[in-house]
């Protein structure tokens, strides 16, 4: 059981935008920034959004993060069949212990 | 250019101990915390823990307290993570990843296979 609660899977059409959400607590996401990563198999993960909403160089402005309170979303507009991949939430807690949430898988149909 | 060059695969058996590798270069090495992040098969990220090469201080998420142990060579730019008794529960992808100052893992390494069986 992950800390932070994602939804197992996410779906949309290209072009399409998609929302994933994470949900957390007091103590992780409502004190700290969150941070989005992408997963694709077979390969390292992807920093995607960090500081809640900031994009790494590089990184296509079509994904944006936000953070309200104790939970965060991250939104791709104008989906890809490229963004299928594994999407990964997560912050640091109060005990310097970073939590990850459980990964939602999207599929581009 | 930072990178993070892992040690390559490993086939162990239960019982039998265990030391990866997670080599640091293009960057001061001392500088940045080093964390690690298991990957179970068909399961998702789970953070191991972390240390400051620095000073070698390390701290270590509660599910991985005893089961494993993070040191670092700062004389080579190097973290660990080392078992002392695999399990076959211990068969996973192993990531080491560097935190940026803004507390983000920015760069990871290529991850390290690791298969426990009898």
């Known amino acids: 059981q992950s800390v932070l609660t994602q939804s197992p899977s996410a779906s949309g059409t290209p072009g399409q935008r998609v929302t994933i959400s994470c949900s957390g607590s007091?103590?992780?996401?409502?004190?700290?920034?969150v941070n989005w990563y992408q997963h694709l198999p077979g390969t390292a993960p992807k920093l995607l959004i960090y500081?809640?909403?900031q994009r790494p160089s590089g990184v296509p402005d079509r994904f944006s993060g936000s953070k309200s309170g104790t939970s965060a979303s991250l939104a791709i507009s104008g989906l890809q069949s490229e963004d299928e991949a594994d999407y990964y939430c997560a912050a640091w807690d109060d005990s310097l212990n970073a939590v990850f949430g459980g990964g939602t898988k999207l599929t581009v149909l | 250019e930072v990178q993070l060059v892992q040690s390559g695969a490993e086939v162990k058996k239960p019982g039998e101990s265990l030391k990866i590798s997670c080599k640091g270069s293009?960057?001061?090495?001392?500088?940045?915390?080093i964390g690690w992040v298991r990957q179970m098969p068909g399961k998702g990220l789970e953070w191991m823990g972390i240390i400051y090469p620095g000073d070698s201080d390390t701290r270590y998420s509660p599910s991985f307290q005893g089961q494993v142990t993070i040191s670092a060579d700062k004389s080579i730019s190097t973290a660990y993570l080392q078992w002392s008794s695999l399990k076959a529960s211990d068969t996973a992808m192993y990531y080491c990843?560097?935190?940026?100052?803004?507390?983000?893992?920015?760069?990871w390494g290529q991850g390290t296979l690791v298969t426990v069986s009898s």
């Open positions: 990843a560097r935190r940026a100052a803004a507390a983000h893992f920015e760069y």
């Open positions: 293009g960057y001061s090495f001392t500088n940045y915390w």
């Open positions: 500081s809640n909403n």
């Open positions: 007091s103590s992780n996401i409502g004190a700290n920034a």
